[in-house]
């Protein structure tokens, strides 16, 4: 199975400012037919189910807004949350759907400070 | 508006069964891979089985195959999960989710879960 790992588990970030979680597979996601990378980002507030954030790494969901944002390549991602809001609180997961059993990151939890 | 919601959760004995529904209601259920993903008390997410648009494709986690029988009936636009042989470590919300791509993807749409609780 691909594991995917991510980094920190949990960070304090004052309203505001930038939060950045890492995500590393360890395998290569890439595929190189479509050059796409097959990653999503989960939000998932307390209480709450996930919801979709990103996907093919970098492809906003509907209506997500603008302030966050995915990167990365290979085997590793960013997601970038611009300017914190309270309603950012939350869990955020990475997933790879490169290869089955698709699997997801093991979570980090975002605070503010 | 997209709405999944899932039944069905309850607490059981183990070595028991239990059987999970999903209502789908605002998008093309038909046309879409179905996913569970479940998620123990404190825990991370796991995915746990898909079922292409038509059933003509299931996969399941190595967690529960054998275990676990994912299906679903597109004239009444469900998703249905028979859990039997149940084990204390399958306790844990059990989401009902649409599923982009395949044979694997990314889960787009979710349900609120529903709470299975396996404990003597």
């Known amino acids: 199975d691909i594991v995917v790992t991510q980094s920190p588990d949990s960070l304090a970030v004052s309203l505001g400012e930038k939060a950045t979680i890492n995500c590393k597979s360890s395998?290569?996601?890439?595929?190189?037919?479509?050059?796409?990378?097959?990653l999503a980002w989960y939000q998932q507030r307390p209480g709450q189910p996930p919801k979709l954030l990103i996907y093919?790494?970098?492809t906003r969901e509907s209506g997500v807004p603008d302030r966050f944002s995915g990167s990365g390549s290979g085997t590793n991602f960013t997601l970038t949350i611009n300017s914190l809001q309270a309603e950012d609180v939350a869990v955020y997961y990475c997933?790879?759907?490169?290869?089955?059993?698709?699997?997801f990151g093991q979570g980090t939890k975002v605070e503010i400070k | 508006e997209v709405q999944l919601v899932e039944s069905g959760g309850g607490l059981v004995k183990p070595g028991g069964s239990l059987r999970l529904s999903c209502a789908a209601s605002?998008?093309?259920?038909?046309?879409?891979?179905m996913s569970w993903v479940r998620q123990a008390p404190g825990k991370g997410l796991e995915w746990v089985s898909s079922?292409?648009?038509?059933?003509?494709?299931?996969y399941y986690a190595d967690s529960v195959k054998g275990r676990f029988t994912i299906s679903r009936d597109n004239a009444k636009n469900s998703l249905y999960l028979q859990m039997n042989s149940l084990r204390a470590e399958d306790t844990a919300v059990y989401y009902c989710?649409?599923?982009?791509?395949?044979?694997?993807?990314?889960?787009?749409?979710w349900g609120q879960g529903t709470l299975v609780t396996v404990s003597s």
């Open positions: 989710a649409s599923m982009v791509t395949n044979p694997t993807g990314f889960f787009q749409y």
């Open positions: 605002g998008f093309f259920f038909s046309g879409y891979t």
């Open positions: 079922i292409f648009f038509d059933s003509s494709y299931i």
């Open positions: 395998q290569n996601i890439l595929y190189r037919s479509n050059n796409q990378n097959y």
């Open positions: 093919w790494a970098s």
């Open positions: 997933q790879q759907y490169y290869d089955a059993p698709q699997t």
